[in-house]
């Protein structure tokens, strides 16, 4: 029997991070110019709610990945670049959510208005959420232009960008229900969504972080939490959609983010859903492309930014499930992406055989969004997991980018 002393774990520790350091530079160094290198540049600028380096952000990991699924991500968005729509926004239906997610996945990638490679894009893209009409939208559609709005402002300080927030925001906030959540429709009912009631979490969060302010704003933090917390079955730890009794792993995805998103991970609701997630959390390319498309999608974007947590925490067991779960992701995306070698652009189809068409656009924002693990961290990250006292002989590596 092998003894393992706090010597032995820290050596172990101290290996694997100059191996993962090493598989960063080498990917790094394999990325076209003006893309990777770009980013970094940009990490120094942005006040950013994404992780990348700010004011209100000083210490971070880095999290790398393998070569081939940032290559995937960078083809991407090169592709987003070439088919971005006259007006700025993206897709043939659902412009608004389309571009939305879009312009998140430029974002997440550390990008800005500024810059060189995509910067074009990004305000093309901002441009036409502006200006775009916003008289008719629904719930969702009001809490993601509200989070991106207000992310906008965050790294830009544009006073358009700005009022929008604070408009869609009192819109949120206005038709938010007794119970602590949202329908799907943009009015006060008695129907409370948990998937919607995500979508609000995040643009709470969005809104908070970019140092914005409402006087109703504390308030509908916490009855979202009310909210969210009605949906979960604490019999078995999963969440309903409309109530605790229609369980699934879509619902219960968007629940626990949702939870970790507006600070209460401590909740029993938290915790037995996030258990529930980690038994049921297999991926697989039919599960992911499943019709209806968006709400496979969408289940895989809440479940990724769950599983992460695992990533961040200090349990190596939970670090393996994480990674084993993510590198099968990885190696999905990187062997399905349709890559043009011409111009270095990549796109995701359902189905090899079938032609590029308007689900292949979401598909291939979605997937990008996916492969970017790198965005999740986020503060709350960081004080979920901060002991109060460090242990002895523990590191700590502080990266300053």
């Known amino acids: 029997m092998i003894k393992i002393t706090k010597d032995i774990l820290k050596q172990q520790f101290i290996c694997v991070l100059i191996f993962n350091m090493l598989i960063y530079c080498y990917a790094a160094s394999n990325i076209e110019k003006g893309t990777h290198e770009e980013t970094i540049q940009n990490n120094k600028k942005i006040i950013g709610l994404y992780g990348t380096s700010s004011q209100n952000l000083k210490k971070r990991e880095i999290y790398t990945w393998r070569k081939k699924a940032e290559q995937a991500v960078v083809n991407g968005l090169r592709w987003l670049k070439e088919n971005q729509n006259v007006d700025g926004s993206w897709g043939e239906t659902r412009q608004l959510i389309t571009t939305c997610f879009a312009l998140e996945a430029y974002l997440c990638h550390g990008e800005s208005p500024e810059s060189e490679v995509f910067g074009t894009a990004i305000n093309r893209a901002i441009t036409y959420l502006i200006n775009t009409d916003k008289t008719t939208l629904s719930t969702f559609e009001c809490a993601k232009i509200t989070q991106l709005m207000s992310e906008v402002y965050a790294i830009t300080k544009n006073d358009e960008a700005k009022l929008i927030a604070e408009s869609q925001i009192y819109s949120l906030i206005k038709t938010q229900n007794n119970i602590g959540g949202w329908g799907q429709t943009l009015i006060a009912t008695t129907e409370n969504n948990t998937i ?53 792993l879509f619902a219960t995805s968007a629940g626990v983010r949702a939870l970790n998103i507006l600070g209460a991970p401590k909740t029993r609701e938290y915790r037995m859903g996030f258990d529930y997630i980690v038994q049921d959390s297999n991926f697989s390319w039919e599960d992911y492309t499943t019709f209806p498309l968006e709400k496979s999608l969408f289940k895989y974007y809440f479940l990724k930014e769950t599983m992460f947590e695992f990533a961040v925490c200090r349990d190596i067991d939970k670090k393996r499930i994480w990674w084993d779960w993510y590198s099968k ?73």
């Open 329 to 401: 992701i990885q190696k999905t995306f990187a062997l399905k992406q349709i890559v043009n070698e011409d111009n270095k652009t990549g796109y995701w189809v359902l189905d090899r055989k079938t032609s590029k068409n308007d689900s292949s656009m979401m598909l291939t924002v979605m997937s990008i969004l996916l492969l970017e693990s790198y965005h999740i961290l986020h503060p709350h990250y960081e004080l979920m997991y901060e002991p109060e006292e460090k242990p002895d002989n523990e590191i700590t590596v502080e990266i300053d980018i």
């Open 196 to 248: 919607i009631d995500c979508w609000g979490a995040y643009a709470l969060n969005s809104y908070k972080l970019a140092g914005l302010t409402n006087n109703k704003f504390d308030n509908s933090w916490i009855m979202a939490i009310q909210g969210i917390r009605t949906n979960s079955n604490l019999k078995t730890g999963a969440f309903g959609v409309l109530s605790s009794d229609d369980t699934s």
